[in-house]
């Protein structure tokens, strides 16, 4: 394990048990896989360190965390980034900022950073997704980091989970074997519904830019939607709501869904455009289903279509299937071999919220990826780099040899990482999508 290299900011702690940001902290600080490799320099807290909420603070524990961080960690605990002081050693040592604040924050927060660029030198960003409430908020965070050579990776931490590559696997095999693909995303939240008013509430940014962004993010590295496919003349997608699984609901003032299904058939992708050479061109529909009370999983599963490809990639048209649909994998997160250390973990702690129980290790796969991007020397420049798909699987493709290319040789992108690029794309999706689904939802059989 290498000697502590890395210099960190945790912007947005919260407090243990609850908050992401928190738990970023905490396994920076314990996690055996990431704790030799940084040093924690500081915790910026907007919200339980304003004044304001002083008596939240002390009611949450929050007042009691900041003082044992300074205590035992030597952490430096502030409001804003504006009070952290001048970075030592800033010219030999890499510096990563992970932001896990509220999203509404995550812009304005990351431009008082790159204010600050000159005193604290950051290399590296974090930033917990969706990134922004909107896509003209990651345009500017993109813009910011480009001009402040930040390099920026978003925290989508589904996309490094054993049953999103599980489920990539299969596709490169029915790829290899010139089989069409169907996608189905499956993610469910434990939600009771008198709990929906505080959940719609919390996630005020919707369902598709909150829990589905998940699977978008999935559907765009991994599977290849784009948001153009939605939109324009080189649209080739067609949008279906599965009404009986959906639900449009009002919980405390505020209408969201309860349950979302719907798919996303996809033409041919066009010849000549990047996609239509990667695996992904095999997949002709992609279907998400979330369900915000539906227990605390998520699954993939990947089937073939009868239909095959001919050897430029597109549909065999009015011919017979020339196989049966299959189902090739199901693929569940977490695992059932995962399950017991989970519980262990839940019953340690009874208060750990059960996202962050099932996906800890992710979270932790996710930052040890980063960091040894971070190790390896890659400097600013890549803030708008896309994410190779295949590099999930540590496989090269066009899109990784376009990163490198961007960073004058630097590393590859980190494999299966989210970057401001695909953030930009599931918000514009995102965005796309909203108003056609509610308008087919307001038009179903049956609708008052």
């Given amino acids: 394990m290498p000697a502590a290299r890395t210099d960190v900011y945790v912007i947005g702690c919260g407090i243990p048990d609850i908050s992401i940001g928190y738990t970023h902290l905490e396994q920076l600080l314990d996690e055996p896989r990431l704790a030799p490799r940084v040093r924690v320099l500081a915790v910026v807290e907007p919200f339980f360190l304003d004044p304001a909420n002083e008596r939240l603070s002390v009611e949450s524990g929050f007042a009691v ?21 001048p970075r030592a050693d800033a010219e030999s040592r890499p510096c990563l900022a992970i932001f896990a604040s509220r999203t509404a924050d995550a812009p304005r927060l990351f431009a008082d950073l790159v204010d600050a660029q000159l005193r604290l030198r950051v290399t590296h960003a974090l930033i917990e997704k969706p990134a922004s409430p909107d896509a003209a908020g990651v345009a500017q965070v993109a813009a910011a980091a480009a001009a402040a050579r ?5 925290g989508y931490n589904k996309n490094v989970a054993p049953h999103a590559e599980g489920a990539y696997r299969a596709l490169l095999e029915l790829h290899a074997r010139g089989r069409e693909a169907s996608i189905e995303l499956y993610h469910d939240n434990d939600y009771a519904t008198d709990g929906l008013a505080e959940c719609f509430a919390r996630c005020s940014v919707g369902m598709l830019k909150d829990m589905a962004c998940h699977e978008l993010a999935l559907a765009v590295c991994l599977f290849g939607l784009r948001a153009r496919d939605l939109l324009g003349p080189d649209g080739r997608a067609t949008i279906a709501l599965d009404a009986a699984r959906s639900s449009l609901e009002t919980h405390g003032g505020l209408t969201d869904w309860r349950a979302l299904s719907f798919a996303v ?14 695996p992904a061109a095999a997949v002709r529909r992609i279907t998400l289903v979330q369900n915000r009370c539906g227990g605390d999983t998520s699954r993939i599963a990947v089937r073939a279509l009868g239909a095959r490809r001919n050897g430029s990639g597109v549909s065999v048209g009015d011919a017979p299937p020339s196989e049966p649909d299959e189902r090739v994998i199901e693929c569940t997160m977490p695992s059932e071999g ?32 980063i960091l040894a991007h971070v190790e390896a020397g890659a400097v600013g420049g890549q803030a708008l780099a896309r994410a190779p798909a295949t590099g999930a699987l540590g496989s090269p493709s066009a899109a990784g040899a376009v990163v490198g290319a961007a960073a004058g040789g630097a590393p590859p992108w980190p494999m299966g990482v989210a970057s401001l690029q695909d953030a930009l794309e599931v918000l514009q999706l995102a965005e796309s999508l909203e108003p056609q689904l509610r308008r087919a939802w307001h038009e179903r059989p049956g609708a008052s």
């Fill in 150 to 154: 930040i390099v920026v990776f978003v």
């Fill in 65 to 85: 965390v900041a003082e044992r961080l300074a205590r035992e960690r030597g952490v430096l605990v502030v409001r804003t980034i504006a009070e952290l002081p």
């Fill in 338 to 369: 995962a399950r017991a250390a989970i519980e262990r973990r839940r019953a340690a702690r009874p208060r750990l919220r059960a996202y962050l129980a099932v996906q800890w290790d992710d979270y932790v796969e996710l930052k040890e990826r």
């Fill in 265 to 278: 058939s996809l033409a041919p992708a066009h010849a000549g455009t990047a996609i239509a050479d990667e």
